[in-house]
Nanobody, 125 residues
Framework: VQLQASGGGLVQAGGSLRLSCVASIGTFSTYIMAWFRQAPGKEREFVASISTSGRLTYYADSLKGRFTISRDNAKNTVSLQMNSLKSEDTAVYYC???????????????????WGKGTLVTVSS
């Protein structure tokens, strides 16, 4: 199992970035996918998740309207479009996969089965 995230970098406040995660994970379409982030000195936190079909998405309340998660099951890829970035969005962003269904909403890092190595997003003010 391998999850490879990319797309991080340095961006000015107010800018945008698109993160992608390519998964080598068997039947990708059976996995719930999610993005988490971890800022320096803080715990890893939920950003967004997407159902196996892509029809259902969930976001951390503070990020609704700025971030959009999507997936392409034909390409084994999950993406995170981040707009109107703020300095507090600076973090390492991780994609993660969960093999079992859940009722939707917020996820704990402990709920996920597989993790990528992360990609660093730095937002300068």
């Amino acid at each position: 199992v391998q999850l490879q995230a990319s797309g991080g970098g340095l961006v000015q406040a107010g800018g945008s970035l698109r993160l992608s995660c390519v998964a080598s994970i068997g039947t990708f379409s059976t996995y719930i996918m999610a993005w988490f982030r971890q800022a320096p000195g803080k715990e890893r936190e939920f950003v967004a998740s997407i159902s196996t079909s892509g029809r259902l998405t969930y976001y951390a309340d503070s990020l609704k309207g700025r971030f959009t998660i999507s997936r392409d099951n034909a390409k084994n890829t999950v993406s995170l479009q981040m707009n109107s970035l703020k300095s507090e969005d600076t973090a390492v962003y991780y994609c993660a996969a969960r093999s079992r269904p859940y009722g939707g909403g917020w996820l704990s890092p402990d709920n996920m089965n597989y993790w990528g190595k992360g990609t660093l997003v730095t937002v300068s003010s």
